[in-house]
Nanobody, 115 residues
Framework: QVQLVESGGGLVQSGGSLRLSCAASGSVFSISDMGWYRQAPGKQRELVATITSGGITTYADSVKGRFTISRDNAKNTVYLQMNSLRPEDTAVYYC?????????WGQGTQVTVSS
């Protein structure tokens, strides 16, 4: 069983920055693909960024150039550095671990960007 714990969310003004962290338990982190998703009130969960076990990254168009996903396999942790935040980035942010057919989600962390 893999458990994911997100942290780093909070309230920030428009234009500000936050760094989210997602710590994973277990021994498969380094060989797993990781993703950050978000869900705003009344909207579907959407993909924000992914990073493969080999370090290849992808981003949603809405966050390209502002957000950076990274991972530290020694700490079993994936990060999401969020810069130039906008009110429309307000959402609950979730991380996901994928290993073969297995998937695990964290409980989410709230990010609120005030205008």
């Amino acid at each position: 069983q893999v458990q994911l714990v997100e942290s780093g969310g909070g309230l920030v003004q428009s234009g500000g920055s936050l760094r989210l962290s997602c710590a994973a338990s277990g021994s498969v982190f380094s060989i797993s693909d990781m993703g950050w998703y978000r869900q705003a009130p009344g909207k579907q969960r959407e993909l924000v960024a992914t990073i493969t076990s080999g370090g290849i990254t992808t981003y949603a168009d809405s966050v390209k150039g502002r957000f950076t996903i990274s991972r530290d396999n020694a700490k079993n942790t994936v990060y999401l550095q969020m810069n130039s935040l906008r009110p429309e980035d307000t959402a609950v942010y979730y991380c996901e671990l994928r290993f073969r057919s297995f998937s695990s989600w964290g409980q989410g962390t709230q990010v609120t960007v005030s205008s």
